[in-house]
């Protein structure tokens, strides 16, 4: 590419050949006002704004779309030019409500902008506002088209860049109009890629009011999957090369925040689901079935572009082997550190081996990841029960304690100590480790969680006959997610919501029943629950075994060294430094009881944080999947990309209630090609460049630089 | 890339349909031109015909399309092919695709030329109603080709032409490079300001709205001429016709943008007197505005200032208070009658005469008139 020698406002300047005049004036900081314009699409010269006088031709050129030229002389702010500039800004206020204050956009609309900067005449022209009501109907995006100046810009973004065409303009009336090219944006084909918000300059077209989360930075808030999730997985990435068909890319660019894509396959608690912008429209895409789809094909190509620094020789123990402590013993191994883990039960994993039960988590699937983990060069002992984490830190440099919580809570209920009572934890590690705890023909569990459902599920499995459910909140405030509650029911288990426990109900030391009284009203407040009795509704749910389900607390003590609150470990919130110097904390020991992901996003914190303790600089970010350039134009949506949320293939209830084998069998090939082309690719409208002011681009008082 | 010419008929001005009148009776020598042409690029050939029309003998593919003044530019005829509005795009090495096309446009009196090599253009004189298309040698003068002796004035050029007076002809020698292509006859019974206002309205129509002074500059002018038939305008909006008319012909981004203003410039220019006559003295001596322009009044002697015409109008119009006589604010006045079947007294009428009756000028107090 040559370069050329232009003059502009009497700055000699050097340019690339393919650059236009209003581009190398920016690119040096000259600012010629331009609306029309946006660097990502193709020069329009509609707008009038960016005309400039060039030495030697009559009249004015339009920047925007003429070419630099050898020996070109310019001059940007020519008497005519500016009066040119100061009409079309007349023009296009004289279609644009005046007030400016009650506008949303307010601040940070272009229009505005450029009309502080051209200035105005005052000229008597006439009103002529365009008169269209605004089209709520669309529940991600708001079209206030009485404000459009009629740039074109989203026509040209939605066309040009994305392939859609969705926007298009239209004579209504003889006045001219941008509109949806069909009755609906949905019939229109759009993607709702959201191209059309990013590129308005004006407040014509926005997204509704809670789609995006205004207190984020741009680049987090608009991809509300990536965000939510505590590791900040690349969701649209992976989905998109689910999409393409490289399963080994999507699996490699999960591992890069995770040590466990295929367990979170498995078992995530999917935020990113909740976040997912699909839905406001028919339902989020199946994030987690997506990922584990990409990680059972994962092919370990990953592990070529995997980091692994030199040793350090410092030494690190990790107390407990769950998902928080084998994300940090992976990290720290990386970063060169010498790694122990120690787990007091007979096999690593903690609450994803012995809290979920099989049925949900192949054990085949841990093992191997944990084997990953091993391979690199972790040390994990088990049967290890570590007393004391001062006491182990003399030998070590840091110790980092992922206790988790493995103590059930018990509520102070009348017959809480018989035999035939069971806390959650003990219940579903007794089943892990193989010697279930006897269930009799009737078991009530006391909980609405994840976990009184697993709970549920297992002493089904084991034989018991009626199982009940029975928690305070109302069905749609359970914290169980709804797939599992509707599995749940499935296989037989009642749910009993809103009802407050009275007493377990027990004939000569057998429990034979529970108590339970129906509320309303249900409130958390500072001191628990509050809520109304509902007169008249006391029953009992006859029982042989009651399982309690409500919360687990970490088990320990005072011997382990560290300051405790209410029984968890304290831990700076930043650093994740205990009170006492080189011991660390994080993960459910330190939140209760959580979910695998959110142990691994902070462990991933904990782990930085311990390696700049150590003298290293704490990053372990990596690139394992290659660059992915994702393809902005992505054409009109398909019958498909409109299709509904893709459920997973499941083992018929009769069947999956006689034993722990998987029954959740997720997606096939196709299932997974189908869902991923639901994704929205919110990600692509971060290649959109943001929009610009004019007091952006020129670098100090006085122009070029 | 293949090549696609296209032979656009739609880019003729309202006042001068030449393509499709070559295509009907120069069609041989069209088709030889684009041929030639079509062999020069090795493009496919398509026709574009304005709506409803039909030729004859064309054997190529033939897609329809209404009029617009851009669609002798290679991308507007491109986006019009794929089904959207017409925009030009005029750029430095812009290559304008539909399909797997690249897009060139030649009009049939281009083709005609090439084919015929004649030193010609066809001038579509207008006159007393009727059109007539005359093959015209560059050169010739336009008092040649038109007699309009007794005209009140002519329009060369159509919608991008200038208003002269009609002794000017004689000398007018047509030319190739500017838009000689129509000569409109303008008889003494037609008033200007009415042909103003339906020029304005016809560029209105024609602009394809993608350059703001274009879109904009006709809606305004449209309307502000409207205004000159309806008493609302003021002496000043003729300075600023002229001003901002200057401004478009500098500044708008197509050849149609930049000429759309000069009928109405030249007209102002030409019949400042006329112009001047509807918007002080709000008559017409050709008797073609105000004449079915109603101005609603209210009679002040007849008018109790009870306010029930005030809460009719939907404008806010009308001014006045308790026991006041209520006036309307013709500037805000839409003249949707509402208010005269609001009134109990028949104050409100529907006045048609060009000559209004005494009217307060302030706020006057019922019976103090």
Redesign the interface.
Known sequence: MGTVQLTIDGYKIEADESKTVLEAALDNGIYIPHLCHHENLHPNGGCRLCVVKQDGVDGVITSCSTKVKEGMVIHTKDEQAEAIRKLSCDFMFKTHPTECTGCPKYGKCQLASISQYVGDTGRDLRYCQIRVTADESNPLMLHEMHRCILCGRCVRACNEMRGVGALKFEKVDGRMRVVINGDSLEEAGCRFCGACVEVCPTGSIRDKVGVFDDNLPKERALVPCREACPAHVNVPKYIRYINEGNYAAAAATVREKVPFPETLGYVCVHDCEANCKRNFLNGAVSIRNLKRYAASQDDGSWKKNAFQKPDTGKKVAVIGSGPAGLTVAYYMRKLGHEVTVFEKLPKAGGQMRYGIPSYRLPREVLDAEIAEIEAIGVKIECNSEVKSAVELKKDYDVVYAAIGTHAGNKLPLENNDLPDVYLNADFLRAENLGNPLPVGENVVVLGGGNVAIDCAETAVRLGAKHVVMTCLEAPDKMTASAEEVTWAKEDGIIVENSRTFDAIVAENGKVTGLTVTGIEGLKFGPKGPEFTRIPDSTVTFPADTVIFAVGQHPDVTEEFGVELNRGRIVVNPETFATNIEGIYASGDCVTGTRSVIQAVGEARLAVSAMDQYLGGDGNIEENLAPEQDANPCIGKATEAQRANRTEPRTIDAADRVKNFEPMDLGFDCSMAGCEADRCLQCDLRLQIAPQKFWSDYVPEEGGAE | MKNLLVVSCLKDDNYAHISIHLLKEKLADVKAGVEKKAAELQADVLYLLPEGEKVDGIDCEVRYGAYNPTLGNPYSVAQLLAG??P?P??????VATYEDYEVSVMTPEEAYLLATGKNVRFVAVTADGKTEIKEVEIGTKAGSICDAGSAKAVLIGGQKGTFVKPESLADYEIRADRDDYAITVFNQDECMVQTAVSIMEQA??S?C?????C???T??FK??VT?MTTGKA?V??LD?IRE?GE??E????CPFGRAMAKPLISAVNLFQDEFEEHIKRKTCKCGKCYKAAAVYLILPDLCTGCGDCVDECDEDAIDGKANFIHMIDQDMCEQCGKCVSACDEDAIVKWEDAKLPKLPKKLTKVGKF
């Open positions: 959207n509005l925009r795009m005029i750029q430095d090495d812009f209105w129509a602009s709205g993608k350059c703001v002074l879109r904009e500059g809606l305004q309307t502000i205004e003021k000043t909006d600023l901002v401004l478009i500098i500044g708008a981004y």
